[in-house]
């Protein structure tokens, strides 16, 4: 995924690629800035040729490497590094400091500042995640973290852990201390009505990220 400046132009190019929200469908783009129209997208940063012909390698579902390669739900496949088409840009947490207040908890303090955490409007979740801006698709968080757990019998009930699966097995990241943990630990899924009861939906990104998940937390 797009790293914030890993792979922008040294040099800023006029007619080169930019990686841009498109207010209109909501989602990430590249696209020439010749063709950026001020209030239908906003540029985040410049990208070299170099860097956008090297993305959107499809792969076959037999040869996929978490590694390496991403999936795309919107083409229904595998890419390397990931789609071109629905580009990624990973939004890191904020650094805790020593000079914040000690009332927070290790995990609160890696909040993003374009985030919040409040009582979450979904029966019995406790607390969520509610975003202060929008977020268009395609904007990645993570990784997930917490304690790193093999036996899912020592993981808390609660709802706070994950399973990661990757080429040598899979493992449990336990985030039910929120000082061994970061701020995802307050995500919640989206909740679905099916007729009679309810069901959950979260979109799931290599592992251990998580994208576009902000729905009425």
Same mark, same amino acid.
């Given at each position: 995924?797009?790293?914030?400046?890993?792979?922008?132009?040294?040099?800023?190019?006029?007619?080169?690629?930019?990686?841009?929200?498109?207010?209109?469908?909501?989602?990430?783009?590249?696209?020439?800035?010749?063709?950026?129209?001020?209030?239908?997208?906003?540029? *985040?940063? =410049?990208?070299?040729?170099?860097?956008?012909?090297?993305?959107? $390698?499809?792969?076959?579902? &037999?040869?996929?490497?978490? !590694?390496?390669?991403?999936?795309?739900?919107?083409?229904?496949?595998?890419?390397?590094?990931?789609?071109?088409?629905?580009?990624?840009?990973?939004?890191?947490?904020?650094?805790?400091?020593?000079?914040?207040?000690?009332?927070?908890?290790?995990?609160?303090?890696?909040?993003?500042?374009?985030?919040?955490?409040?009582?979450?409007?979904?029966?019995?979740?406790?607390?969520?995640?509610?975003?202060?801006?929008? *977020?268009? =698709?395609?904007?990645?968080?993570?990784?997930?973290?917490?304690? $790193?757990?093999?036996?899912? &019998?020592?993981?808390?009930? !609660?709802?706070?852990?994950?399973?990661?699966?990757?080429?040598?097995?899979?493992?449990?990241?336990?985030?039910?201390?929120?000082?061994?943990?970061?701020?995802?630990?307050?995500?919640?899924?989206?909740?679905?009505?099916?007729?009679?009861?309810?069901?959950?939906?979260?979109?799931?990104?290599?592992?251990?990220?998580?994208?576009?998940?902000?729905?009425?937390?």
């Amino acid at each position: 995924m797009v790293e914030p400046e890993d792979n922008a132009e040294k040099q800023h190019n006029s007619n080169g690629w930019r990686l841009v929200i498109d207010f209109e469908e909501g989602a990430l783009k590249f696209m020439k800035q010749k063709y950026i129209i001020n209030g239908t997208h906003q540029e *985040i940063q =410049s990208l070299s040729d170099k860097f956008v012909k090297s993305i959107g $390698k499809p792969i076959e579902d &037999e040869y996929f490497d978490s !590694e390496k390669h991403i999936y795309c739900g919107f083409c229904n496949k595998y890419y390397e590094p990931f789609c071109r088409e629905h580009p990624l840009f990973h939004y890191y947490e904020k650094n805790p400091t020593n000079e914040e207040s000690t009332t927070l908890t290790a995990a609160e303090k890696t909040l993003p500042r374009v985030l919040s955490i409040r009582p979450s409007k979904l029966p019995g979740a406790g607390n969520g995640v509610f975003s202060k801006i929008f *977020i268009p =698709s395609g904007v990645v968080f993570g990784p997930y973290e917490g304690v $790193k757990l093999f036996n899912a &019998e020592k993981c808390a009930k !609660e709802g706070y852990t994950w399973e990661v699966v990757d080429k040598f097995g899979s493992y449990f990241l336990d985030s039910s201390d929120p000082n061994q943990s970061n701020w995802l630990r307050y995500i919640n899924c989206t909740r679905l009505w099916y007729g009679d009861k309810f069901g959950f939906d979260v979109i799931g990104q290599k592992e251990k990220a998580l994208q576009n998940v902000f729905h009425a937390s």
